[in-house]
């Protein structure tokens, strides 16, 4: 008399761990690839924001400034003079400036003889990895009919799919420009 033996082979378990195996390594190369698009999106929406508010604040300075320069050369700048809430003159100048990090966009705020300048960026993500920045004015003569603002951001000079961030905008104040 024999008796059926209930359970499984040594080879069938075997089998069955390979094919675990084989199944558990492509979920996981899966889950990396995931993880690695889901990093680059969220890098990709930071500087997204961060070009939408720079571009922002500029735009606002300009909308109610009475004068405005403009620089191409060492990098583009905008310099304007606009009132303040108190009737003072007030400059205000932007500058794509490169550092040892990267690139920076930057604001100088002077009121009087006191002047502050600021960063601006995301000082975490180390600011900006390769930078665009352009400022085109529209003029008859010296009046200003539009300001044309384009800002990108790159993660370094090799990135294909930067940021970017532009407006146009339409002076309120009788902007006037000297344009160099």
Avoid at 95 to 120: I, P
Wanted: net charge positive; aromatic share 6%; glycine share 12%.
């Amino acid at each position: 008399m024999t008796q059926k033996q209930a359970g499984f082979m040594l080879l069938e378990l075997v089998m069955g761990m390979a094919l675990m195996v084989l199944i558990m390594s492509g979920v996981a190369g899966m889950l990396t690839n995931l993880i690695g698009h889901s990093v680059r999106a969220s890098d990709l929406i930071d500087r997204q924001q961060e070009a939408r508010w720079a571009v922002d604040m500029i735009a606002r300075d300009l909308r109610y400034a009475t004068a405005c320069t403009t620089r191409v050369g060492t990098g583009t700048a905008v310099e304007m003079v606009k009132t303040d809430s108190r009737g003072s003159s007030v400059k205000i100048g932007y500058k794509l400036v490169g550092t040892s990090g990267g690139y920076v966009l930057t604001r100088t705020y002077t009121y009087g003889t006191t002047a502050e300048a600021s960063l601006l960026g995301n000082v975490k993500r180390g600011y900006v990895g390769a930078g665009y920045f352009t400022v085109t004015v529209t003029a008859s003569g010296t009046a200003v009919s539009q300001v044309h603002i384009v800002y990108k951001i790159g993660r370094d000079a090799a990135d294909t799919n930067p940021a970017v961030a532009e407006t146009t905008i339409y002076p309120l104040n009788g902007l006037t420009a000297n344009l160099n």
